[in-house]
């Protein structure tokens, strides 16, 4: 018997505000680096200080640049859906993993019924998608296996995972989605 397997990358695009906060540390962090060695020349105390400054500088930058590639992984195996978030292409999170019978609510988020609050998931809404309101974003109300809550998922499938998908959800949001 083959197993119904999906597996699909989404990259989080770098938003203009994390972008900008990353060119300003580094130039504010060379400003005080080259400023910290230039007062090291009058102060033989301050040499040390200096080398500190340039390594936690440098760390920092490493640290901030190496964490702003996000991605996100979808993965479902029979009818058993897992959403990873891929921090800097080293970090693996898990940030859910639901069983695809439990879903009450899918659709494209365009879509969404204006009576829809976001608000009763209270603590549990994840965003596993680049933020953006594409013709390809959808929402899924679920209830995640690690922390027993009813959540929501905002995510962008590809045609791939929501075949994968489509055995094992409930025939009314079978219906809404594929129109079969």
């Known amino acids: 018997m083959m197993d119904n397997y999906s597996e699909q990358i989404v990259k989080k695009r770098v938003n203009p505000a994390k972008f900008t906060f990353l060119i300003l540390y580094f130039v504010f962090a060379f400003i005080f680096i080259l400023l910290t060695v230039y007062l090291s020349q009058f102060f033989d105390w301050m040499i040390p200080v200096a080398l500190l400054i340039i390594g936690f500088g440098c760390y920092g930058g490493w640290y901030l640049w190496s964490h702003k590639g996000i ?12 959403v990873d978030k891929i921090i800097g292409m080293k970090k693996r999170k898990r940030m859910l993993k639901f069983d695809v019978k439990s879903v009450d609510m899918l659709g494209k988020l365009s879509e ?3 009576d829809f609050d ?6 549990c809404v994840y965003h596993a998608t680049d933020y953006t309101e594409s013709e390809n974003t959808y929402y899924a109300a679920l209830h995640d296996i690690y922390s027993k809550k009813h959540c929501l998922l905002y995510f962008a499938p590809n045609e791939k995972t929501l075949e994968t998908m489509k055995p094992f959800l409930k025939r009314e949001l079978k219906v809404k989605i594929f129109g079969k």
């Open 112 to 114: 969404k019924p204006a």
């Open 71 to 82: 991605e996100y992984e979808y993965i479902v195996v029979q009818g058993e859906m897992t």
């Open 118 to 123: 976001e608000k009763q998931f209270k603590d």
